[in-house]
């Protein structure tokens, strides 16, 4: 769940109104956490692709199940896992103060 909790909120922009939801500001709604799942829902994954291209990234898919954010890549069994994967490691690297140009994209 912390994988998904950070995306949501680092990468979507989700605030956490509660422990099991977040509040999306754009839309003006609650999104409960069942209601989130794009390590196995497609398209669910593919807001996560939608925003991260908004951000300036490039998506791109090296096969079945990997997937590039710019030169971040990761592998998962399905492709919305690689997806998720992915995202995570953006919202890991941004956190370390080395990586500003992905920072600087988050912001």
């Known amino acids: 769940m912390i ?3 950070s995306i949501g909120r680092r990468i ?3 605030k956490l109104n509660r422990w099991d939801r977040w509040y999306d500001y754009e839309k003006r709604i609650f999104i409960h956490e069942s209601e989130f799942q794009p390590e196995q829902n497609l398209d669910h994954a593919m807001l996560i692709v939608k925003r991260l291209e908004e951000l300036g990234f490039t ?3 090296k096969g079945f199940s990997k997937v590039c954010f710019d030169d971040i890549c990761s592998t998962g069994e399905t492709l919305a896992q690689a997806i998720s994967n992915a995202a995570y490691s953006i919202v890991e690297l941004s956190s370390i103060p080395d990586h500003t140009r992905i920072w600087q994209k988050l912001c």
Do not use: A, E, N, Q
């Open 3 to 5: 994988k998904i909790d």
């Open 12 to 14: 979507l922009g989700w």
């Open 59 to 61: 998506y791109s898919i």
